[in-house]
Structure formats: structure tokens, C-alpha cells
């Protein structure tokens, strides 16, 4: 039986100017210099899109759409949506730490029918960051798919020791994971820790999912991010165009070491670059965008169906997600403004 004639649920239960860089050409390659450590930040303009290919008909089609939010990692200018359906802006009584979101609510979607987000966004490595604001304690509670099971609690045991200093203990486990676990690349999978550490392989998610519930295990507190990956500044063109679905749908993390301090890792990208291992503990190549900071998310209003994570747009008919590539899809057109390297 083809997939598009189960239900939805059975599916789915299934399933450079300035500082550094002067960009030049339609491309920034390596071979002129570019080193993606260097690059300090990239300004981009953004065309995010929901393009809408069959909906169901006569049936209530919720829409969330993502909101990056602007802060230190991530200044985000010139928003605005462009869409023929009426939508709701995030409310003032929604908290502001909360991840954001335009809605809309109708009924019988056109095929073809597209909603676009458009803004310049400043994505910048800040390396380790001091957050006074920020309570270490509310990121100690794993969600459904961050578990610790005998073999995760002896593994962390054996491989940390006596050791007590959070950044030490975050540094050998980001060693022992990234050599143990193979990265798998063109796969959807959906990042759970006790999987992950069993079958030594997955994606971002999955790679961050150990991790975190390692680190939590331990007392430490992790931020989940998450958002989009965009192509390595020395493998960008000066425009593009990416599906943002969940292959390119990617996490991090940043974890608590102590006092005000929270150091960001990417233990995937440390797989997929060996080059740039080290720099991934406490440094981030700014090709990124995030979308959201949490798992197990409820968004306002609240969906129907548990929303692991929230990268891209989504959508419920009747309560249920509708298939991602069957009845929607999502697509990033970046243009880039600038890049700085670092001085």
C-alpha cells in the first residue's frame, strides 16, 4: 500500500564586507581562503515559504508558522509575512521567552497556495555567553524522547570518573560521543537519546539527544535549539535555495557551566567536520538559522498532536498533521548581504 492511502496519524505514527571576507563571486569557495572557523557573522535577506500542494477539503486547517526570534545569536530585522489568509500575531500576554509564532485558521486550501516570510537576518558566533536572566533550572527536565537507561548511566559513569567540573564532564562526553556515533545524513529520525546510544548512529537530533540527557543525568543543565541549516560560508553562493524539511531541519545545544556562563557545542557537525571538532565546543559556525529552543513544545494557540520539535511550519487538519511532502512544502531563499570574519 502507497503511503498516500494510510490516514495521516498511520503515516505519521509510521514515520563579505567589513571585518574579514569580500564576497566576490557567485561563490565563496574555499579554494580563495575561506576558512568557516573565521567567519565571525553572515547577514542574510530571507525568503521562508509554505507552498501548499493538496489539503483536504471541508476540514479545519491550523497553520503555525515560526517567528525566529532576535536576541545576541541572532538579530532579526524587516519581518513581515505576506499571505491572502487571515492570521493571528503573537499575543502581548505570550511570554516572551516562549517560541513565536503567526497562525492562521481556515478552511480549503488552493493548491498552490503559498505563505512567505521575509526578514534580514545577522547570525553571529558568540562563542561562550554570559545569561543573568536566565534560570539554569528549568532546562533539567528531559522530555519523552531524553532518557537514561543502565547503559547511558554506566557509560557517563565510566568515561567521566570523579570528575565534578561541568565544562570538563561536557567535554569528555562530547568526545566520547562524537567518536563513537556514526552520522547519518538522509534520514528523518526522531532524536531519541536511549536509540541513539544502542544503535551508535543518527542525525543532529539524535546526536543532541544523547548528549543532553547525559549532561542532565549529571546535573547539568543543556538549552535544546533548533532551526535550519544553511550551506558552509566557503560552500555558499552569493543566493540559494534550500527545502526546509526535516533533512535539513538541525539542533544544537548550549550547556549550563557554571554561574552566568552557557557554552554552545554541535556535536553533528563535529562528526560531519573533523576539522572543526574543537571549535565546536563553544563555537558555532553562523550558517544557521533557529526557529525555536525546546522539546515537547506547545504553541499558542496550542496543536492537537505533540510537537517533538519545531523547525518549520505546522500544520493540523481536524487535529492531525498533515504529511510533510504530500500536502506541503517549505522552502529557505537566502541572499547573502555580508560576511565578517573574525579580526
Known sequence: MSEFNLSRREFLMGSLAGAGFLLAGERVS?????????????TLKITYTTEFLRCPKDEEI????????????????????????????????????QNKVFYIKTKNINKGEKLTLRYTIKRTNIGTVELKDEDPQQHLTPSEWEKWDNGITQYVDTTVGKVTEPAVIARKLYDGIVERTT????????????????????????FHALYRSMLMYKGIPVKWQQGTILPYPSEMKKSGRIEADCINAHSWLMFHAGGNRWVPVDLSEAKRRPDLKEFYFGNL???????????????????????????????????????????????????????????
Open 30 to 42: 574555499s579554494d580563495a581562503g575561506l576558512n568557516d572557523a573565521q567567519v565571525k557573522s553572515i
Open 62 to 97: 491550523d497553520i503555525w508558522l515560526p517567528i525566529p526570534p532576535s536576541d545576541m545569536e541572532q538579530e532579526i530585522t524587516d519581518l513581515k509575512i505576506e499571505t491572502k489568509l487571515p492570521y493571528r500575531k503573537p499575543s502581548k500576554e505570550y511570554d516572551q521567552k
Open 183 to 206: 552520522y547519518m545524513h538522509k534520514i528523518c529520525t526522531r532524536g531519541v537519546s536511549t536509540l541513539a546510544f544502542e544503535e551508535k548512529s543518527g542525525r543532529s537530533d539524535d
Open 285 to 343: 559556525v553562523p550558517n544557521r538559522i533557529r526557529m525555536s529552543t525546546g522539546r515537547g513544545l506547545t504553541l499558542e494557540p496550542p496543536q492537537k498532536e505533540i510537537l517533538n520539535t519545531f523547525a518549520y511550519t505546522n500544520v493540523e487538519a481536524d487535529g492531525i498533521p498533515l504529511i510533510y511532502g504530500h500536502n506541503y512544502k517549505n522552502f529557505i531563499q537566502y541572499e547573502i548581504v555580508k560576511m565578517e570574519g573574525q579580526n
